[in-house]
């Protein structure tokens, strides 16, 4: 039986998956398809918001610390972001190459709330649901989410496939993005949440004794080279299924319902062999598998092909979501486990900045196959360095 505040928060992540599922797959083809975006500025899209994310950190943790009611900065925080999706309806209508560096500006004005909102939500909900709770009600949460999404994804592909070039289509999926966060507003403030009291105490903004932890720095460091080489691909993979293979919105949403699809039917296998096998062991053959997704779509320019290996990556990606952070969890000391976590994740917003831009240079220097065999490479030696970190701590065990 589930809890008030459960059910609210299911209600809130129904709205708040229509409303992603919407925008954010089809900003891409948008920029391509109406505004004449370049392969840079594409590739601007994925890397403007953990830019801005890492800049807005420390601002969001500070206000969040200070508010006596986390939902009400959360609720107004997702409006605001959603508003900007009203801006971008209009964006199509601003003459010249200047639509397409507009759109980027607001995409990064549009992550400083979603940073907030994002931090916010994890530390306001994880206060509301009782601890014993937590594992079953979030696996369960994530996958009615994901079938929310997959819904989503397809009625947009199946009305909206003749309308690729439309402006029209693109604006109505905007404008409905910014409605659908009225509603996630709505749910979001039906939460009880408690008044909180606000400590006045200081802690340290850092504690570099973690790097004296030898286990802590490997995992990083692989961890590091591992989501490298997964980012640098990021918009590669965009550019690919819209200036190569010409896929219309009815393919890019098919691409990302077959996706969903495999995500949703994967996660229980990887729960279970993690649980049998130990993470890390798992880990080494999901990165083995990560690495093959750039190699093998640039083989072919088939619709169903590229469907097909779209379903392939979401075995994988399923598994990378699952037992990545519970390994960085593994190597993470529990005394100083706070700092670890948030080293990684600023870590990780530089990579996330940085990685796609590489892509696209590579791309733009030689070619799209040079681009995608560098992805899969970066991606397989991390791949091989998992699997060395894991012998060489299996043998400590033994021994």
């Known amino acids: 039986m589930k809890t008030y ?145 997959l819904v989503v994804t397809l009625t947009i592909g199946v009305v909206m496939k003749d309308m690729t070039t439309n402006k029209l289509a693109y604006q109505i999926l905007f404008m409905f993005t910014f409605v659908v966060g009225l509603v996630e507003l709505y749910f979001i403030l039906k939460h009880d949440e408690p008044k909180r009291e606000v400590q006045d105490g200081k802690k340290r903004a850092m504690d570099w004794s973690i790097f004296k932890q030898k286990q802590y720095v490997l995992f990083l460091v692989v961890a590091l080279l591992f989501n490298f080489g997964w980012q640098m691909a990021w918009g590669l993979f965009n550019i690919y299924n819209v200036r190569y293979a010409e896929a219309t919105i009815f393919w890019i949403s098919m691409f990302n319902v077959a996706n969903m699809l495999a995500q949703i039917f994967s996660f229980g296998l990887w729960k279970k062999w993690s649980q049998k096998y130990g993470n890390m062991r798992v880990f080494v053959w999901v990165a083995f598998g990560m690495s093959t997704a750039p190699l093998l779509t640039v083989l072919s320019t088939n619709l169903y092909y590229l469907t097909a290996m779209m379903m392939l990556s979401g075995v994988f990606v399923s598994g990378t979501v699952l037992i990545l952070f519970n390994l960085l969890l593994e190597n993470s000391p529990k005394e100083v486990r706070t700092y670890c976590i948030t080293t990684y994740n600023v870590l990780l917003a530089i990579i996330a900045f940085t990685a796609p831009q590489i892509g696209i240079w590579l791309l733009e220097t030689y070619a799209m196959d040079i681009a995608m065999y560098a992805s899969t490479a970066m991606r397989f030696l991390a791949a091989v360095c998992f699997f060395v970190l894991y012998i060489v701590r299996r043998k400590r065990q033994i021994g």
């Open 5 to 149: 505040n459960e059910k609210m928060s299911i209600y809130h992540g129904m709205a708040s998956a229509v409303a992603q599922n919407t925008s954010n797959s089809y900003i891409p083809i948008f920029a391509m398809t109406i505004l004449g975006a370049t392969n840079y500025q594409v590739g601007l899209i994925s890397s403007l918001p953990p830019l801005v994310a890492l800049f807005m950190t420390l601002p969001a943790a500070i206000l969040l610390n200070r508010a006596t009611e986390q939902k009400k900065l959360v609720a107004f925080s997702v409006v605001a972001a959603r508003f900007i999706f009203l801006l971008i309806a209009f964006v199509s209508y601003v003459p010249g190459s200047f639509g397409s560096w507009l759109l980027l500006g607001l995409i990064a004005t549009m992550s400083i709330p979603n940073t907030m909102a994002n931090m916010g939500w994890q530390s306001f909900i994880g206060n509301l649901i009782a601890e014993h709770r937590r594992a079953q009600f979030f696996s369960d949460r994530n996958r009615l989410l994901t079938i929310v999404g």
